[in-house]
């Protein structure tokens, strides 16, 4: 992992400027929770720009409270109510894709990558290839593109912070000194809200089910992946790329009441981990405040109170999505960009109620075995290549729905 400079050891910048932040996605789970952190702390940040997709309202609301400069909507018919709350207040706005690539390119100390999905590659690659400094809640960046995504890094020095609650920890107890002696590193997974279900009851459940994590509030795809644990998969390919080890070095954990996020063995037997309350709030701040830490309202972990933490493997009969991801990651760049794209039409058909909680996992399955068998998966060697294959994974993935829709 790149982790070279930041503003608080930049002998040339005072310990005390504000951080000048850029924030994609501004408006989800992980937006809202920077925003939070933001608005407690006013003299610690100035914010340059905020984006989201379609909510021009929240955007405009969240962008005066919090003194933004510039606030970008995707969604290009939003544009007209953008402008218009955001009249008299002097904040600059835009719309249209390519209007958020360039708000992450504006100059900042930091940018948060927060948008869901393939959607944040572009406009999150475009800051790192600027070698800014990356709080990176996109998980997808790294599923869709890891090795493209970490040689740009290279290329720039851009420095990359996990946002992710696992991949934080790791960082957070991660001896880049001693990685010779890392034996592995476990990724905790709550097992979401089906962790005790019979692959029957699985079958049946409902997206307002599947929507319910016991531990965590998120987005509704990452929700939905974490029902399936092809969140954890994901996460494991996301791992492959940030820490330099090999995929067999990569573990994953059930462990309930998501109070380790992760942990790292090393060869004298020490296991080093990161615990606390589940809240998005305490990564991010180590991401905002790093290389040193700031104050959060999260609450404080009483490991009395709990009393029992438990762990247990994943099973990998009623989540075969973990199987499917380390297949992914062991093929390559393509496999895991299709993998990524697939997951996102059948997640959204899923929530639509026109596929089965179990059918996820199938269809996913078929759309990469048809990929595979057409020589589709071939690597991809530029981010074009990726973006081809992300549409052909969303073409297969459609055909194989309308086949089970008739
Ligand atoms: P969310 O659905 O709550 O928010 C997504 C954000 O992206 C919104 O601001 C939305 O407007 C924007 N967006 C969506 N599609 C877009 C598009 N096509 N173009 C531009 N903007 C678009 O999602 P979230 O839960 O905040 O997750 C964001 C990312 O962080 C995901 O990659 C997720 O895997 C990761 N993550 C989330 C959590 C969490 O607790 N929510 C934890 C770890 C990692
Ligand atoms: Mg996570």
């Not at 933004?68 to 719309?95: N, P, W």
């Not at 958020?100 to 572009?122: H, K, S, T, W, Y």
């Not at 380390?326 to 093929?331: G, I, K, L, N």
């Not at 697939?342 to 909680?357: H, P, Q, S, T």
Request: glycine fraction near 6%; proline fraction near 4%; aromatic fraction near 4%.
């Amino acid at each position: 992992m790149a982790d070279t400079r930041s503003r608080q050891t930049d002998p040339g910048r005072a310990a005390t400027a504000p951080l000048r932040l850029s924030i994609l996605g501004a408006s989800g789970s992980i937006g809202t929770s920077t925003l939070d952190l933001v608005a407690r702390n006013p003299d610690r940040f100035d914010i340059s720009a905020l984006t989201a997709n379609t909510n021009a309202e929240a955007l405009a609301a969240a962008a005066i409270r919090v003194g933004a400069d510039h606030a970008v909507v995707a969604d290009e018919s939003a544009y007209e109510s953008l402008k218009g709350a955001l009249a008299g207040t002097g904040i600059s706005c835009a719309a249209g894709a390519s209007a958020i690539a360039e708000a992450a390119v504006r100059p900042v100390d930091m940018l948060v990558a927060a948008i869901v999905g393939a959607a944040g590659l572009a406009p999150t690659l475009a800051a790192v290839r600027q070698g800014t400094t990356i709080a990176l809640a996109n998980k997808e960046c790294l599923v869709c593109a890891g090795d493209l995504f970490m040689s740009a890094v290279r290329a720039s020095g851009a420095t990359i912070l996990p946002v992710d609650s696992e991949h934080n920890a790791v960082f957070q107890v991660f001896e880049q000194g001693n990685i010779e002696q890392i034996e592995c590193l476990t990724l905790t997974a709550s097992g979401g809200p089906f962790r005790t279900y019979t692959l029957d009851e699985m079958r049946v459940a409902t997206p307002e089910a599947a929507l319910k994590h016991p531990n965590w509030s998120m987005g509704a795809r990452i929700s939905i992946d974490s029902a399936t644990m092809m969140n954890k998969g994901f996460e494991i390919i996301e791992a492959h790329h940030l820490f330099p080890l090999r995929q067999d070095q990569l573990e994953v954990l059930v462990h309930p009441q998501s109070v380790v996020h992760g942990m790292v063995q090393y060869s004298d037997g020490s296991v080093l981990a990161q615990l606390g309350a589940p809240d998005m709030r305490t990564p991010i701040s180590h991401c905002l405040a790093w290389p040193r830490r700031m104050h959060t309202p999260a609450q404080r972990l009483d490991l009395a109170a709990l009393a029992t933490l438990t762990f247990e493997t994943p099973d990998p009969v009623r989540f075969p999505a973990l199987r499917l991801a380390r297949a992914a990651m062991t093929s390559g760049t393509a496999a895991s960009a299709a993998l990524n794209a697939a997951d996102e039409v059948m997640v959204k058909a899923f929530l639509e109620r026109k596929l089965g909680f179990l059918g996820i996992a199938e269809t996913i399955e078929r759309v990469l075995e048809r990929m595979t068998a057409s020589g589709d998966l071939n690597e991809a060697r530029s981010i074009v290549d990726v973006m081809a294959v992300d549409a052909a994974a969303r073409r297969v993935s459609l055909e194989e729905l309308s086949r089970i829709a008739h």
